[in-house]
């Protein structure tokens, strides 16, 4: 995972030709795509409709998927000859390197950002060399003063997504409205997680059937879709969250309805809470008892 530099691009190739997949970071491409719109001519009223439609193309599930909602999206934005020709080009295109930014293009669970490492890179740069350049046995003396603070600060790195208790509460709920609906070896939620979604959208979606890009982004904005893995036993939820950072509240939901995962039960209190009024009200009679008592002594 890099930014769309082509030295990163080239030198990956070059020293580690092994690597299958090297990913377009999607914060740059967003950026990129953001300062090119009035150098190609984008219309101000159009540019956060334009976005939205991009933020679709990254999460496409699959690349049959990506072609129609793509063709869609040319169709609809033709007017901009100038700006389709440039996210062609960069950002689709077979010829170019940096089209490696949708979910279909990797497995899930990773990052879509290299944002960590711009954050690091500054703080190297802020923190320990001053914004100088190095000769190389210098900075790499540094870099191991940086390993060495970071090692001080004791953050614990976990190999497992960690799964708070109340998502876990809120999945139970989820659960219990029993509002799955499988097809396919996929599995749709009603995006408000309210009303039972019908079998035709199911079908709209598993077939693609859409005739604008206004249709597909409005169903898109409906459904919630989840993926039984075979081969690595796992549920993959294709929202932002259960893709790339492998736990949301759709996936436990569905690994509690499906027995993998226990639910959560809260036992509801029955009554107010604290000591009951008749208590006190006890309390005082006996000490008014032994008040009496003390008055006769
Ligand atoms: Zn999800």
Sequence with gaps: MSD???????????????????LMCYFHL??????????KGVDKKDRNSILRSIDHLHRMISQDQFQVYYALFQTEYSCYKDFLKYFDSVWVSDESKTTKWKF??????????????????????RDYTNRERKPLHQFLKILKDVFIDIAKERKKIHSFPQIPTQLKIKASKLEAKDLFISKNNYFFLPKNCETKLEESDLEMFLENRYNTLKEFQDHLEKLIVLKWDVERKVTICFCHDGYTKG????????????????????LQPTGKRGRKRKAAKALEKEINLVLKKSKKM
Excluded: Y
């Design 4 to 22: 769309g530099a082509s030295f990163i691009f080239n030198a990956v190739e070059k020293i580690c030709s092994k690597v299958k997949t090297h």
């Design 30 to 39: 967003k950026k990129s795509v953001k300062s090119n719109f009035a150098a």
């Design 104 to 125: 279909s293009d990797c497995e899930p669970n990773v990052f879509f950002t290299n944002n960590i490492c711009e954050s690091l890179n500054a703080s190297l740069k």
């Design 247 to 266: 736990v949301c509240i759709h996936k436990l939901a569905l690994d509690m309805h499906q027995g993998r995962l226990s639910k959560l039960i809260l």
